[in-house]
Nanobody, 117 residues
Framework: QVQLVESGGGLVQAGGSLRLSCAASGSTLRINTMGWYRQAPGQQRELVATIRSDGSTNYGDSVKGRFTISRDNAKNSVYLQMNSLKPEDTAVYYC???????????WGQGTQVTVSS
């Protein structure tokens, strides 16, 4: 089992920045991909960004050039630096990790990000 704890959400004005953090604990040895997803009210959960253990990254089209994902393997943590935030970025942001060689993945409890216009 892997437990994920997110932090860093909040209220920010359009054009501002926030940094989300997610710390994993438990059976972290075989974590491969770490990532962030988001879900706005009435919308499906969507990809924000992922980062593999080799450092390769993948971003959703709507955040490319504004958001940066990074990870610290020694701390079993993943981060999301969000710049130039827009009201349409308002959502609950969820951390996700995928275990190597399996289809098992785990979700955090979510952290609210609200961007005011």
């Amino acid at each position: 089992q892997v437990q994920l704890v997110e932090s860093g959400g909040g209220l920010v004005q359009a054009g501002g920045s926030l940094r989300l953090s997610c710390a994993a604990s438990g059976s972290t040895l075989r974590i491969n991909t770490m990532g962030w997803y988001r879900q706005a009210p009435g919308q499906q959960r969507e990809l924000v960004a992922t980062i593999r253990s080799d450092g390769s990254t993948n971003y959703g089209d709507s955040v490319k050039g504004r958001f940066t994902i990074s990870r610290d393997n020694a701390k079993n943590s993943v981060y999301l630096q969000m710049n130039s935030l827009k009201p349409e970025d308002t959502a609950v942001y969820y951390c996700n990790v995928v275990i190597s060689f399996t289809t098992r993945n785990y979700w955090g409890q979510g952290t609210q990000v609200t961007v005011s216009s």
